[in-house]
């Protein structure tokens, strides 16, 4: 049985040898006392800053979701109607019901015609229509 060392003395019982000079932290009496940092105040102020980037980050999306779903019914809107003329790009197009309850593109503007109006759209470069 070995004899118990004195507690200022790092000594290693398994390779038998003093490391204290091996040590990543101080050994001795005067080196100074390791203390446990208290990372609750920074997690908690980090946890809120990330929190409201994921709201703000969700919001865009919701936002970006919307306006693409809004576009791809008035292109589906527009796509599935009849129109006898092929649309060129950079012209703003209306589009109608008419009495049999048919949806079509026209030229002729809301004010120089009877039937029920559903909106004016502009055909973009991507051949995509946009609400005007």
Not at 10 to 21: H, W
Not at 33 to 59: G, L
Not at 71 to 94: Q, W
Request: proline content about 3%; hydrophobic content about 35%; charged content about 25%.
């Amino acid at each position: 049985m070995s004899s118990k060392k004195p507690d200022n003395i790092v000594f290693n019982e398994e390779t038998q040898s003093y490391d204290a000079s091996l040590k990543s932290y101080g050994t001795n009496v005067g080196a100074p006392a390791i203390e446990m940092v208290d990372t609750v105040a920074w997690k908690n102020r980090f946890i809120h800053e990330i929190n409201a980037q994921f709201k703000s980050k969700y919001q865009e999306l919701k936002t970006a979701l919307k306006q693409l779903s809004e576009e791809f019914e008035y292109n589906n809107l527009v796509y599935a109607s009849k129109f006898n003329f092929e649309p060129i790009v950079g012209k703003t197009y209306h589009l109608y019901k008419n009495a049999n309850n048919e949806s079509f593109l026209s030229i002729i503007a809301p004010q120089e015609c009877n039937f029920e109006f559903l909106g004016s759209f502009y055909l973009n470069s991507d051949k995509m229509w946009k609400k005007q």
